[in-house]
T-cell receptor, first 115, second 111 residues
Framework: EAGVTQFPSHSVIEKGQTVTLRCDPI?????LYWYRRVMGKEIKFLLH????????ESGMPNNRFLAERTGGTYSTLKVQPAELEDSGVYFC?????????????FGPGTRLTVT | LAKTTQPISMDSYEGQEVNITCSHN???????ITWYQQFPSQGPRFIIQ???TKVTNEVASLFIPADRKSSTLSLPRVSLSDTAVYYC????????????FGAGTRLFVKA
């Protein structure tokens, strides 16, 4: 079974441009999470989807970030316009359920570089 | 949110047992303790999770004292491939790890 996949693996854009990151969770996983690690800092939670609904978006840094999960399958995270401080690694994770018996499976991450 | 404190790095040799301790003095009643492993250029990977006492799986053991203010991840007989960063997380994972991952412990296993 394929794991969580993320695309692209690396993106380099200029300040002010738009970038869209994609996450494909494990098939059948209703729960999808976005995290990010900006340079030199810890991994931080961004938001949580249950199917297509945003369960918790308390970690989204500002309104330049927009996450969607139409149809409850893959998710996209758009950054518009990108700023220098958005550089970092963006991780996606998915889980089958929300109870403690369901672990989160992380993707390899997308490394975003804003110049 | 419960904050965790771990050693920044540890060195070990192949075949040794490695114990990584995490402090979480402000752990809440509903919080669980979860450990993740991360290799370079990969996302974190679940290792083990527990609430109290001892939990063991095929990869590691997790020891949690009665006051739950700390926990120890035990890796038996490490190999070179166990070189990675190990994160201790405290919180309710059902809604996402909203508690910060922390800097983690960088374990370097030498031959």
């Amino acid at each position: 079974e394929a794991g969580v996949t993320q695309f692209p693996s690396h993106s380099v854009i200029e300040k002010g441009q738009t970038v869209t990151l994609r996450c494909d969770p494990i098939s059948g996983h209703d729960n999808l999470y976005w995290y990010r690690r900006v340079m030199g800092k810890e991994i931080k939670f961004l938001l949580h989807f249950v199917k297509e609904s945003k369960q918790d978006e308390s970690g989204m840094p500002n309104n330049r970030f927009l996450a969607e999960r139409t149809g409850g399958t893959y998710s996209t995270l758009k950054v518009q316009p990108a700023e220098l401080e958005d550089s970092g690694v963006y991780f996606c994770a998915s889980s089958l359920g929300q109870s403690l018996s369901y672990e989160q499976y992380f993707g390899p991450g997308t490394r975003l570089t804003v110049t | 949110l419960a904050k965790t404190t771990q050693p920044i790095s540890m060195d070990s040799y192949e075949g040794q047992e490695v114990n990584i301790t995490c402090s979480h003095n402000n752990i809440a009643t509903n919080d669980y303790i979860t450990w993740y492993q991360q290799f370079p250029s990969q996302g974190p990977r679940f290792i083990i999770q527990g609430y109290k006492t001892k939990v063991t799986n095929e990869v590691a053991s997790l020891f949690i004292p009665a006051d739950r203010k700390s926990s120890t991840l035990s890796l038996p007989r490490v190999s070179l491939s166990d070189t990675a960063v190990y994160y201790c997380l405290v919180g309710d994972p059902t809604g996402g790890f909203k508690t910060i991952f922390g800097a983690g412990t960088r374990l370097f296993v030498k031959a």
